[in-house]
Nanobody
């Protein structure tokens, strides 16, 4: 089993930055594809970014603003979010061992961290 714990969320003004972290425990996730999704009330969970080795894959809505990375020595995945917009407001979830962009493909999920961007 893999446990995922997200951190780094909070309240930020539009144009600001946040870095989310996802710490994994239970086993190494170095061989897993890891991803970030986000969700707002009443909407389905939305793909944000994924990483397998070093290259990230991004949703069009965040491309050029967000960067996903991983540190396998720390069993941790990061999401650097720059130039934040109010529409980025959501609960952000970390996921492990999946396809690419399909939420149903991922085996493990964290509890989520709230990101709120004020205008």
């Amino acid at each position: 089993q893999v446990q995922l714990v997200e951190s780094g969320g909070g309240l930020v003004q539009a144009g600001g930055s946040l870095r989310l972290s996802c710490a994994a425990s239970g086993r190494t996730v170095s061989t897993y594809r890891m991803a970030w999704f986000r969700q707002t009330p009443g909407k389905e969970r939305e793909f944000v970014a994924a990483i397998r080795s070093s290259d990230g894959i991004y949703a069009d809505s965040v491309k050029g603003r967000f960067t996903i990375s991983r540190d396998n020595s720390k069993n941790t995945v990061y999401l650097q979010m720059n130039s934040l917009k109010p529409e980025d407001t959501a609960v952000y979830y970390c996921a492990a061992r999946g396809g690419v962009a399909g939420a149903s493909e991922y085996s493990y999920w964290g509890q989520g961290t709230q990101v709120t961007v004020s205008s």
